[in-house]
């Protein structure tokens, strides 16, 4: 069983930069591959990011590319995701969710989820 609770969002302008941090309970963090995601206002989830368990592997969507950047530390059981060059279609709701082994860019495909937290960019 994993738990995991997202911290790091808010409001801020277009052009700003966030980091978001998920700190999951557990032992065996590092077994697990995790991912990012996120769900605007009557849109459906989407994927932004994922790291395999070791960390040495990563994927992002095209719409987040070269702006984020996902990293975990195993020794602080955490997973972040650095938020740079905000734009206002990045606002939404951020969750961070855990699988064994490898990530996923499919959300159907991760055990455990945290509770989402909010990051708004204006205009």
């Known amino acids: 069983q994993v738990q995991l609770v997202e911290s790091g969002g808010g409001l801020v302008q277009a052009g700003a930069s966030l980091r978001l941090s998920c700190a999951a309970s557990?032992?065996?963090?590092?077994?697990?591959?995790m991912g990012w995601f996120r769900q605007a206002p009557g849109k459906e989830r989407e994927f932004v990011a994922t790291v395999s368990w070791s960390g040495g592997s990563t994927m992002y969507a095209d719409s987040v590319k070269g702006r984020f950047t996902m990293f975990r530390d195993n020794a602080k059981n955490t997973v972040y995701l650095e938020m740079n060059s905000l734009k206002p279609e990045d606002t939404a709701v951020y969750y961070c969710?855990?699988?064994?082994?490898?990530?996923?860019?499919?959300?159907?495909?991760?055990?455990?989820w945290g509770q989402g937290t909010q990051v708004t960019v204006s205009s």
């Open positions: 969710a855990a699988r064994e082994d490898y990530g996923s860019v499919w959300y159907d495909e991760y055990d455990y």
């Open positions: 557990g032992r065996t963090f590092s077994r697990y591959g």
